[in-house]
C-alpha cells in the first residue's frame, strides 16, 4: 500500500510539461529585398550569441526544460500535421504573408490549446534609414494574422525609447508585481473592445503606467479597429489557446541598440511569458 501510495504521489508530482516551441524568423536586405540574396539585416536568431542575437531567450526557455528551434518563414507551412507537436510558435521579424488556409490551420491549432507570441518592427522591412521606419511590411504580415482576433498593430512610432507597466492592482501573473517593460520604437497594438482581449499592459498617458517617455501614438495608418484599446503587452484567449503581444522586438534580443533583454524588467517579464505558454496541452 506505501508503495502504491508513493506511485499515486510520484504522477502527481511528475516534472512539468517540457514543451516544443517554434521560432519563425525571415531574411531580408538592409534595403528592403526578401530574400536578401547576402547578408541579412537583423534575423534576431536564437543561434546568435552577438548584441542583435536572441540566445539569451533561448537560454531562458531552455533553462525551464522546454525546447525550442528556428525555422525560415519561407521554409515554413503552417498545416495540422506541421503544427501537431507544436506548442508555442513566435512569429519572430518575418515577411511571408501566410495563405488563408495557414491561417486557419494556425487557428484550429490555438483553439486546440496551442500558445503564440507575436512582435513587429519596421526592422521587418529592412534597414529603417532605406527603407523608412514606418514601413509597412511588419504591420501587413502581423496583422494578416491577428486581426481575426480583433487585434491589430501599427507601424512603428519611431519615437525613443518608452518604458511602461500595468495600472495598480494587477491580476494575472505575468504582470502581478507591476513590472515594468520598455521597448524602443514600438508598434503598439490596436485591441477591439468588443473582443475579450486581456491588456496586461496598457499604452495610455497616465503617470500610473508611464515610467519613462511619452506614450503619444503620431502613426496610426492601416488601423481598420474603431476606437480601440492601445496596448504594449496583450493576452488574446483563442478557444483553449492564447495569443500574446508584444509591442516591440528590443525587449527580446541580446543587447542591441535601443532598448534589450536586459532592461528594465524585461528579462523578468519574457520569464513568465515563456511560464505562462510553456504549459501542458493535454
Known sequence: MKI??????????AAPHAAEFLYIHGDVSPGG???????PFHQMLLTDTGRRGMSVFREIVESKGHT?????????????????NIDVIIFGLHQKRWSESERDALHDWLVQGGSMIIYSDSATGGHWGQVGAQNPVGQTVVNNLIRRYG??????????????????????PI???????????????????????EILIPYVNDPEVVVSGTP???HK????????????????PVGEGQIFGV?????????????????????????RLVDAVGGSRE
Open 4 to 13: 502504491f501510495g508513493f506511485c499515486l504521489l510520484f504522477l502527481f508530482t
Open 33 to 39: 529585398d526578401s530574400p536578401s540574396g547576402g547578408e
Open 68 to 84: 525550442i528551434r528556428q525555422q525560415l518563414d519561407r521554409e515554413t507551412e503552417l498545416t495540422a500535421e506541421s503544427l501537431e
Open 151 to 172: 487585434m491589430e498593430v501599427t507601424v512603428d512610432q519611431a519615437n525613443g525609447v518608452r518604458a511602461v507597466r500595468p495600472p495598480p492592482n494587477p491580476t494575472h
Open 175 to 197: 504582470v502581478a508585481d507591476r513590472p515594468v517593460l520598455e521597448g524602443e520604437g514600438v508598434s503598439l497594438f490596436a485591441v477591439s473592445p468588443y473582443h475579450p482581449g
Open 216 to 218: 503619444t501614438i503620431p
Open 221 to 236: 495608418q492601416n488601423i481598420t479597429i474603431e476606437n480601440p484599446d492601445w496596448a504594449a503587452l496583450v493576452r488574446m
Open 247 to 271: 509591442f516591440d522586438r528590443q525587449p527580446f534580443w541580446n543587447a542591441g541598440e535601443g532598448s534589450d533583454i536586459t532592461k528594465r524588467d524585461n528579462r523578468l517579464i519574457l520569464e
